[in-house]
Structures are given as C-alpha cells and as structure tokens.
C-alpha cells in the first residue's frame, strides 16, 4: 500500500497541472471531520458520524485515573489558548488536551495527519524554563507556555512521513454535480455516469418529517428493487474510504452498497431516521490495487426486505497522499 500510496503523490503533481490548464475555479469540497462523543479506545472503530466543518477539526483527549483515555471528535474555532492543569512531567500539560487541525478528517489521528512544524521546537527563554519553581506556573498558564514549549511538554515528535485525505469527488446524485479536491485530476469527476431504477428526487424540499431535513435535496429510494449505480473510472489512486449522507426512515429503510460485487455494508441500517447525515466507511485498498473502473451499487434491501424508505443526499469518495519532510 505504502508503494501505491508514493506512486499516487507523482500523480497528483500532474493533476495539479492539469487542474491549471483546465481552469476548473470551482470550489473544493467542505472540510469533513469525525465527529462522536466519549469514545474508549475499545469503541474508536464504531466512530463512523462525521460533520461538515468550516472551521478546524479537533480531538479532545481526556486521561482517566486508571491510566485509560476518552476521546471527544469535532469541529470548532480554533482558541489560541487553551488552559492546562499543571505539568505532568514533560510530554502531556495535563490530563486534558485538545489539538486541532485543519484537513480532511485529519483528527482520526492528528499527529498521522499534520505536517511537522519547520520551525525547530525549543525555549525562548532558556534560563526561566529551567527553573523548575518558574517553569511550574509558567506551564500552567498557556500562554506563558508557549515561551518554554520544550520544557512544558508541547513539542511532537514527527517522522520525516506524514499523510493527507483528498476527495476524489463528491457527487450529488440529485443535480448530478461533483467536486473534487484541488489537487486531485479532474478526469475523475466527468467520469461519472449514474443509472438508477425506481428512485424519486426530492427538490427544492420544505414539505418533509422536520425542519433539518427541508435544507437538503436527496433522492428517496423506497422499493426492494430501487438502486443507483455510479461508474467511474480513477487514475490508480488508492482508495481509502467512502462517505454517504443518508437518511433511513421509520422502518429501517435497509440498503446494501458494493463496490465492483465487493460488499461495503450489507442491510445498512445506522443512519439516523430524524436527519440526512454523513457516515464513513474504511475501504480494503487491496481488494482494488491495479483498477481504475468502478461500479459503486446502493440498492434498497437487496439481501433482506424491510419497510421505510432510504433517502440519499451525496457519495464521497477519498484516497491519501503520503508527504516526506525535507528538513
């Protein structure tokens, strides 16, 4: 994977020249981050909810007394200061953190996802940061902290190697729209063709179960035998995830999505039936090494009949960039 991923890096260097030449001006896909609340490490893999943010994503990381964590996923401003309990030794301030970031679902994991800083991390002032009684207040205020970064624990080691998400597009299968991150080759996008059978679009809509759903276009697919069927054809790029804002409504409104007859998610049940949200889904990037051409299936009950509709909002797909460090 590691070899795909460095290959893809080549690649985009040409579709960024190729997103010049076209011209494109379109506006890249909003920021998406993981989004869930009082997650243990045993549960981290059923934090699949994500939001749309137009500020930076963050993860809060809260230290229990037996050495355990709980973490918190979202978006939010970023604050210059957030306040420390005290120095506990030289890595953590405290037993609190939060660390914010500002790409695609980079708070799965920040440190994975930022790049390292090119400033070297060290004290302004040497003296008073060495002081242990100076450096006790001075760590637990956080401004203060930032004059002795070192001594308070506020550095990261990074590796030479750190990674980026990239949308390779994001369709609306209702106005048969589709963007795609800067970086990413055009080509992806006009590759997009949708089949569908017995699916209705809902347009312009007010009239609906509550009042979050009237800000949203979607396409209801209510029948055992509704699906929709998008082809298109990539540049290598390995595939890491897929995202879907849906809805189900009262009576599960199952459905089962596969991409080239490998199943994602069977009778898919776990949206929310009160709002259209976005859910993500990891990809097995082995199971697609070496293709280009792709069918990506969402069929109402195609394993087992239930009763409801599915309502279907956007479709997103993402791959990850490796960056080395030259520093």
């Given at each position: 994977?590691?070899?795909?991923?460095?290959?893809?890096?080549?690649?985009?260097?040409?579709?960024?020249?190729?997103?010049?030449?076209?011209?494109?001006?379109?506006?890249?896909?909003?920021?998406?981050?993981?989004?869930?609340?009082?997650?243990?490490?045993?549960?981290?893999?059923?934090?699949?909810?994500?939001?749309?943010?137009?500020?930076?994503?963050?993860?809060?990381?809260?230290?229990?007394?037996?050495?355990?964590?709980?973490?918190?996923?979202?978006?939010?401003?970023?604050?210059?200061?957030?306040?420390?309990?005290?120095?506990?030794?030289?890595?953590?301030?405290?037993?609190?953190?939060?660390?914010?970031?500002?790409?695609?679902?980079c708070?799965?994991?920040?440190?994975?996802?930022?790049?390292?800083?090119?400033?070297?991390?060290?004290?302004?002032?040497?003296?008073?940061?060495?002081?242990?009684?100076?450096?006790?207040?001075?760590?637990?205020?956080?401004?203060?902290?930032?004059?002795?970064?070192?001594?308070?624990?506020?550095?990261?080691?990074?590796?030479?190697?750190?990674?980026?998400?990239?949308?390779?597009?994001?369709?609306?299968?209702?106005?048969?729209?589709?963007?795609?991150?800067?970086?990413?080759?055009?080509?992806?996008?006009?590759?997009?063709?949708?089949?569908?059978?017995r699916?209705?679009?809902?347009?312009?809509?007010?009239t609906?179960?509550?009042?979050?759903?009237?800000?949203?276009?979607?396409?209801?697919l209510?029948?055992?035998?509704?699906?929709?069927?998008?082809?298109?054809?990539?540049?290598?790029?390995?595939?890491?995830?897929?995202?879907?804002?849906?809805?189900?409504?009262?009576?599960?409104?199952?459905?089962?999505?596969?991409?080239?007859?490998?199943?994602?998610?069977?009778?898919?049940?776990?949206?929310?039936k009160?709002?259209?949200?976005?859910?993500?889904?990891?990809?097995?990037?082995?199971?697609?090494?070496?293709?280009?051409?792709?069918?990506?299936?969402?069929?109402?009950d195609?394993?087992?009949?239930?009763?409801?509709?599915?309502?279907?909002?956007?479709?997103?797909?993402?791959?990850?960039?490796?960056?080395?460090?030259?520093?």
């Open positions: 994977m590691d070899r795909l991923v460095v290959l893809y890096s080549r690649i985009l260097s040409l579709a960024i020249f190729w997103a010049i030449v076209e011209g494109q001006g379109q506006t890249s896909p909003i920021l998406h981050c993981l989004y869930c609340s009082n997650v243990a490490l045993s549960n981290l893999n059923r934090c699949v909810t994500l939001t749309e943010c137009a500020d930076e994503c963050y993860t809060d990381t809260q230290v229990q007394s037996d050495g355990s964590w709980i973490k918190q996923f979202g978006c939010a401003k970023k604050t210059a200061c957030v306040s420390s309990q005290g120095v506990v030794g030289k890595r953590e301030l405290s037993s609190a953190r939060r660390e914010f970031c500002k790409k695609e679902i708070n799965t994991d920040v440190k994975h996802f930022q790049a390292p800083s090119a400033t070297p991390c060290g004290d302004v002032s040497a003296n008073d940061c060495r002081d242990p009684t100076a450096l006790a207040s001075i760590c637990s205020d956080c401004d203060l902290a930032q004059y002795c970064r070192k001594s308070c624990g506020l550095c990261r080691d990074h590796g030479n190697t750190w990674y980026e998400n990239v949308v390779l597009f994001d369709y609306d299968p209702v106005h048969k729209t589709c963007r795609h991150s800067a970086s990413v080759n055009p080509s992806i996008c006009k590759s997009v063709t949708e089949q569908y059978n699916v209705v679009p809902v347009i312009n809509n007010n609906t179960l509550n009042a979050a759903h009237a800000k949203h276009d979607y396409l209801i209510a029948q055992p035998d509704s699906y929709l069927n998008l082809h298109f054809r990539t540049n290598g790029e390995p595939l890491t995830n897929l995202q879907i804002s849906g809805c189900k409504t009262t009576g599960l409104g199952r459905v089962d999505i596969l991409l080239n007859n490998n199943t994602i998610v069977e009778s898919y049940n776990q949206t929310s009160w709002d259209l949200g976005w859910q993500i889904h990891k990809l097995h990037t082995n199971q697609y090494l070496n293709v280009q051409d792709y069918n990506l299936h969402i069929r109402k195609a394993t087992s009949i239930s009763y409801g509709h599915y309502w279907l909002s956007r479709i997103r797909l993402e791959s990850v960039v490796v960056h080395h460090s030259h520093h």
